[in-house]
């Protein structure tokens, strides 16, 4: 452990093999796991827990993404980056340059950006300055001399160049990093993921979720015959001696953990959608030619989760690029008009059960929405990604079964356990967040806060948070982007329901407990319904109570209630489980 240390310090740790241990013993005991989604936290957290074990410290700045700002990133907003990369699969080996512009915010003279130790740096230079500027790395920090003080309003350009062996990623795409994978036929077959550890496993950046740049540009060389197919809009390709370089430019903010590059010999297949407002957008399933006729297959499928979310929540929000699915050796990701889809065309792949259509690929356009339209200003509001990311798995099931199906898909999702907080207040970082039940308890909020508050304002909250007024709804020139908290949905769904809804966020996503109604019989003919609560609130959710042949549904009051009801009789409480709660009978 503290050669690892030691050798973290010099740069050349070979942290993705030793990681790998941890991480596989930890997905074999996992495998029995219900969800994907659930498989994906625990392994996240597993695996900072191996990193915290091995290093001795909370976290490493290279295996964990976001947290509090340093006072040196929080000095820059960062406008564009330009990553220029050649891939060479035969070698696992990356080089090239990132560009990074930026508005000053205070005053300056050091740029801190980070980086996986795996690089080495070759030069870095800044617009308009002769000669290298002065470099110093810390672990995964660069400090870069900027040659003078820029103060706020002004903007800087430098660029990295820096290559390497990126790290494997040890199990994609929770544990992320480069995937070097060959498909059936013998070809290449390429991914990155970094969700959880960050856009530094493979690009200098500000590696924190509340910086997106405006725009980005992405210039790949493969060799001829691949196709690196990324996020945003296809401006070029040219090919020489033997490698294709692919220019993707991507006109809006971006979350820079969805960057990323799929690279293969890809067939396109290829689409134009409709927009609810009428603008046409390319629809691209890039696909591995042993999979067209299964992709053409399922064209009409993804189509038809586009209209249902379009429907639900508003256009899509990146008409102005592209809508794209890249099939992927990895399971899957919210890559931004890059849509990572690993499901293999099997229903079951993300659930463990088939509910009637592709839950990972309709997941992931959830984000587009969830996640990439809207993006957490911070990790402890990721449930804003992953709780209504999951919550649309279900609204599809009512939509395409019915009542019922919806019920049974969130009973399905019922089972997690994590003690910690949905929300919390607190920052943290994307490995500490993914160890709250942010997916399905995440889901199972949502679910009663519908019940809660009804369907009207319910779906109205929704549709305002995403866009909350016509101008973000009409702009594709990247206006329509924004950071969001947790905050600003109870704002919008206290102004939809006319209700304070503080007793809600406190109860189900400040603090980990779950309110429990209680049964207690107190005679042959009587019981006592009561809620035990974690927080200092009555409980305002009526309960259906059904026993012989009564159906009532009552406002429990905080000193409870008794229901005439005999032993002999069987009693249910909220028998069609529209609250989250456990109840002791
Ligand atoms: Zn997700």
């Not at 740069?11 to 659930?38: I, K, P, W």
């Not at 990126?166 to 995937?179: E, H, M, Q």
Request: glycine letters at 8%; hydrophobic letters at 40%; aromatic letters at 12%.
């Amino acid at each position: 452990m503290q050669a690892l240390q030691t050798q973290t310090v010099m740069h050349h740790f070979d942290g993705g093999n030793s990681l790998c241990l941890c991480v596989c013993a930890a997905g074999q005991n996992l495998d029995n796991q219900y969800l994907v989604a659930m498989r994906r936290n625990l392994i996240l957290t597993a695996w900072i827990s191996c990193i915290t074990a091995l290093c001795g410290i909370g976290q490493t700045d290279i295996l964990d993404s976001g947290g509090k700002l340093t006072a040196l990133q929080a000095s820059y907003d960062v406008t564009h980056y330009g990553l220029e990369l050649s891939i060479d699969p035969e070698k696992q080996w990356i080089g090239g340059s990132l560009t990074v512009t930026a508005r000053v915010v205070e005053p300056m003279e050091v740029l801190e950006l980070d980086l996986d130790t795996v690089y080495d740096i070759s030069s870095v230079v800044g617009e308009g300055k002769a000669g290298d500027l002065a470099v110093e790395r810390d672990l995964g920090k660069i400090h870069i001399k900027l040659g003078r003080k820029y103060q706020a309003g002004e903007f800087f350009t430098v660029t990295v160049a820096y290559s390497g062996n990126p790290r494997v990623a040890p199990n994609p795409p929770w544990a992320g990093g480069f995937t070097w994978d060959k498909t059936p036929s013998g070809a290449h077959w390429i991914a990155t993921s970094c969700q959880g550890q960050g856009a530094d496993l493979w690009w200098p950046c500000k590696d924190n979720v509340s910086d997106e740049p405006d725009s980005m540009d992405l210039r790949i060389s493969v060799p001829t015959g691949l196709y690196a197919a990324c996020n945003g809009v296809l401006r070029d390709s040219s090919s020489e001696a033997g490698s294709t370089m692919y220019h993707w430019h991507i006109s809006t903010p971006i979350n820079i953990y969805t960057v990323a590059l799929n690279i293969g010999p890809y067939v396109l297949i290829e689409e134009t959608y409709t927009s609810v407002t009428g603008e046409e957008f390319p629809f691209i399933f890039y696909v591995l030619p042993e999979n067209v006729e299964q992709g053409r297959e399922i064209m009409p499928e993804f189509m038809d989760h586009m209209s249902f979310f379009e429907e639900m929540l508003g256009p899509y929000p990146f008409r102005a690029d592209k809508y794209g699915v890249v099939q992927t050796p990895h399971l899957g990701m919210e890559h931004q008009t890059i849509i990572a889809y690993g499901a293999n065309f099997d229903n079951t792949a993300m659930l463990g059960r088939d509910f009637g259509f592709d839950a990972l690929h309709h997941h992931e356009m959830a984000h587009e929405w969830w996640g990439n339209l809207v993006t957490n200003s911070s990790w402890e509001d990721v449930w804003i990604h992953e709780g209504f990311g999951s919550y649309m798995q279900a609204l599809y099931c009512e939509r395409i079964g019915g009542e019922e199906a919806y019920h049974n898909y969130m009973r399905f999702s019922r089972f997690f356990t994590q003690p910690l907080p949905v929300a919390p207040k607190e920052t943290k970082t994307a490995g500490e967040a993914f160890r709250a039940p942010v997916y399905t308890k995440g889901a199972w909020i949502l679910h009663t806060l519908r019940n809660y508050i009804g369907d009207e304002a319910f779906f109205a909250s929704l549709k305002q948070m995403v866009y909350p007024d016509e101008n973000h709804l009409n702009a594709t020139d990247g206006s329509q982007c924004r950071f969001v908290d947790t905050d600003d949905f109870q704002t919008i769904a206290e102004e939809q329901s006319g209700q304070n809804l503080d007793w809600f966020f406190d109860l189900y996503l400040r603090q980990a407990e779950l309110p429990t109604l209680v049964a207690h019989r107190i005679s042959d003919k009587k019981v006592k319904l009561l809620w035990n609560m974690p927080v200092d609130y009555p409980m305002p959710i009526p309960v259906e109570i059904r026993y012989g042949d009564e159906e009532l549904t009552e406002v429990i009051p905080e000193d409870g209630i008794i229901i005439k009801v005999k032993q002999s009789e069987k009693l249910y409480l909220d028998p069609k489980k529209r609250i989250l709660c456990d109840i002791s009978d």
